[in-house]
Nanobody
């Protein structure tokens, strides 16, 4: 399986913005639904946002109106624009280049990268 490479994380003050990128090698990128996940210390990994191969988007409630997921199929790259960041957004952010919608929820099926750390200070 192809391993994604996430980048763009960092330290930002509450209310600030960051843009994450996820580069994926291979030829299947454009055919797959892909998604951003995050994992905070002591918590399970959770879906942040998903985007279908046709560009339809789906957001978890805790980021709606603040984050925007997008994809560039020509560059095999997934993006996450994060605005109005909160301290509770602090986590390692991962992308998964193959997710499936099964029984009402997105299920990650692809490999995980190393993630990128996002830290939001209050």
């Amino acid at each position: 399986q192809v391993q994604p490479v996430e980048s763009g994380g960092g330290l930002v003050q509450a209310g600030g913005s960051l843009r994450l990128s996820c580069a994926v090698s291979g030829t299947t990128f454009r055919f797959n639904a892909i998604g951003w996940y995050r994992q905070a210390p002591g918590k399970q990994r959770e879906l942040v946002a998903a985007i279908s191969n046709g560009g339809n988007t789906d957001y978890s409630d805790f980021v709606k109106g603040r984050f925007t997921i997008s994809r560039d199929n020509n560059k095999n790259t997934l993006y996450l624009q994060m605005n109005s960041l909160k301290p509770e957004d602090t986590a390692v952010y991962y992308c998964n280049a193959e997710i499936k919608y099964v029984l009402g929820r997105w299920v990650p099926r692809g490999s995980w990268g190393q993630g990128t750390q996002v830290t939001v200070s209050s």
